[in-house]
């Protein structure tokens, strides 16, 4: 493989959670191998390259713009010397030239699937497989073999760090953030990007201009299956849209690969966090609370895994959205940190040290509201991180420790274009950890260390009445 040599970089964390479809019972089942992807590389010359994959029909697609995205831009293709304008020239290059060698890669079988499809009679998909003919059955199995094998796309959310610059490319419905602490103690958080979605009324505009009805797109709210109007690869869109019916009257390719870039955003003096997460983490979350709440909820959770109980816990509790709980796509979210010190030196994420991806507010042009909450960030660990596509995360399960978790209150506000959260403490969110962890028992527990008492007697003195009532406020 052709980044086999390329160092991680030991500045960044993934978590992930596969796919789930639940049962009655509550009980959950992967519907299909994960399929989502990752890269975090350190290049040279203070290069850096991040990127999330979520890939659908198959994860081919996000397997291979992952490896390829990669050696189109750490192989030497950028230096310290580039210009803004020369970066993000490169960045679409190396988007465009993903797009076009995935497509040679299953040339031939699209070849052979456009030739054999000439020997089945006309209206075949009408007649039962067991009345077909010999011929046409090796045929049709044959057919479905090659279907398997060129099918399917990815989105891709990619940072690149140079220069202590950031960029943002952006092909579809991931998300990037980045979490900042300024220097008088507030904390912000900005989406970079909207995603290339039914609803984005730029993207709309553009497939407008190309022919399509905009307003069955966003009526029909997703494209030959998905949701987003940029994908890399899926051949059914990009070479047979006109046999699609809302794309049927684009007078050129309507769903293209070229990336959205955004940056340079200078990354001097900045002291915070970088996230890069999956359209199956957010979609998960807004199917458990609703899109409404989605910015302050997406605040709340500290990790994948408890994005995941969430969307399992609402399904079985038989509320109003468990309807929409029945099933999650696969979930990654990646987080760099950006000038902030780890807890321990010698814990890197690869030696023991774990950053703990967070979710953190996202747009939401449907919602206004404001809430405070808490926000975890760091926690330590004994397991290792892992790089690549389709790689099981170390992150999903843990608990803080005394000391070792800051949490600051953030306010999240939602705009069309970006979100951004602030809190008005002290600026612990980016505070340096203690370095003593409480040892977890035999079950794997760490003993309790957050004292409730102050908030018992505040509850107990508010309500007072109903505390008499219901015997009192408290541990049990």
């Known amino acids: 493989i052709w980044t086999d040599d390329l160092p991680l970089c030991q500045m960044c964390g993934v978590g992930t959670a596969t796919n789930c479809v639940y049962g009655p019972d ?16 350190r290049g040279e010359d203070g290069c850096f390259l991040y990127g999330v994959f979520n890939g659908y029909d198959g994860s081919r697609v996000a397997s291979f ?20 304008n020369d970066v993000r020239r490169i960045l679409t290059q190396a988007f465009d030239v993903v797009e076009k060698s995935y497509f040679e890669t299953i040339d031939d079988a699209l070849a052979e699937k456009a030739h054999l499809s000439n020997y089945l009679p006309p209206h075949n998909e009408n007649v039962p497989f067991h009345q077909l003919s010999p ?24 940072a690149l760090i140079l220069n202590s610059k950031l960029y943002i490319a952006n092909v579809g419905t991931n998300r990037a953030l980045l979490c900042k602490s300024s220097s008088d103690g507030q904390n912000q ?36 299956g998905q949701s987003s109007t940029r994908r890399l690869g ?10 699609i019916d809302l794309l049927s009257a684009a007078k050129t390719r309507p769903i293209i690969a070229e990336p959205e870039i955004h940056g340079s955003q200078s990354l001097d003096s900045v002291t915070g966090f970088l996230l890069l997460m999956s359209e199956g983490l957010i979609n998960a979350l807004e199917s458990a609370h609703g899109p409404e709440q989605a910015n302050q909820e997406i605040v709340a959770m500290s990790v994948v895994e408890r994005v995941k109980r969430l969307h399992h816990d609402v399904y079985v509790s ?32 690869t030696q023991g040290g774990r950053i703990y991806p967070v979710s953190v507010p996202y747009s939401n042009s449907q919602s206004t509201s404001k809430t405070s909450v808490t926000l975890s960030l760091v926690m330590p660990s004994q397991n290792t991180l892992t790089n690549g596509t389709n790689t099981a995360s ?16 953030l306010q999240s506000t939602n705009t069309q274009t970006q979100s951004s959260s602030s809190s008005s403490g002290d600026g612990s969110l980016f505070r340096q950890r203690g370095s003593q962890a409480a040892q977890p028992d035999e079950t794997g ?8 008492s102050q908030f018992y007697h505040l509850w107990g003195s508010d309500h007072s009445d109903s505390q008499s009532t219901q015997g009192g406020l408290g541990p049990q």
Do not use: W
């Open 189 to 224: 958080v900005q989406q970079i990007g909207r995603p290339h979605s039914t609803d984005n009324e730029d993207e709309l505009q553009r497939l407008a201009a190309l022919g399509v009805d905009s307003a069955r797109v966003r009526q029909a709210g997703q494209i030959a």
């Open 445 to 452: 527990r760490v003993p309790p260390y957050v004292d409730f």
């Open 65 to 84: 713009a992952s490896q390829c995205l990669t050696a189109e831009l750490l192989l030497g293709q950028l230096n310290s010397s580039h210009t803004d």
């Open 26 to 41: 509550g009980k959950g089942t992967l519907s299909h191998p994960n399929e989502d992807g990752h890269l975090r590389f």
């Open 394 to 409: 170390t992150l999903e399960e843990g608990t803080p420790t005394p000391g070792q978790s800051p949490t600051a209150t």
């Open 135 to 158: 011929q046409s059955q090796k045929v049709q199995e044959r057919l479905k073999e090659l279907e398997r094998e060129v099918s399917g796309g990815a989105t891709a959310v990619v």
């Open 318 to 349: 038989g509320r109003q959205r468990a309807t929409y709980c029945s099933r999650h796509e696969d979930m990654t979210l990646l987080i760099r940190t950006l000038n902030y010190p780890l807890a321990d030196g010698v814990l890197t994420p």
């Open 234 to 243: 899926d051949y059914r869109v990009k070479f047979n849209y006109n046999e």
